[in-house]
């Protein structure tokens, strides 16, 4: 399989980061947030310091081969956990939480503007 263009992984990271910047900014802040993850091993999970570079991104004009590589990053990890929902208690799950933490809710509608700003 061929690697995605720079470009295609920035149309897919639009697609699947589905919570504003504001709105993963406040999600960061809650203690369900805080309660899912892979400790990084300084205290704060993986996804969480994900999260907080995605809302930077999100704010951005222009990105960065650095950003595009964690945009990679992000597109592998939603897709790949996207595929692994729970089968009950959607809402209040480990597993929407964490998706959330990497800046995807599943249970948020595709909203028409875009979340980049």
């Not at 996804?47 to 999100?58: A, D, E, F, N, V």
């Amino acid at each position: 399989m061929a690697k995605a263009s720079d470009e295609e992984v920035e149309r897919a990271l639009r697609t699947l980061v589905n919570l504003t910047a504001r709105e993963l900014t406040e999600w960061l802040k809650t203690d369900e947030s805080k309660s899912v993850g892979q400790d990084s091993g300084d205290g704060e999970s993986i996804g969480r310091k994900s999260g907080k570079r995605i809302r930077l991104i999100l704010r951005k004009k222009s990105v960065n081969a650095d950003d595009i590589k964690h945009m990679r990053r992000v597109v592998s990890f939603i897709r790949r956990h996207i595929a692994q929902g729970p089968r009950r208690d959607v809402a209040t799950s480990r597993w929407r939480y964490s998706l959330m933490n990497w800046g995807h809710d599943p249970l948020k509608e595709r909203e028409s503007n875009s979340p980049w700003r």
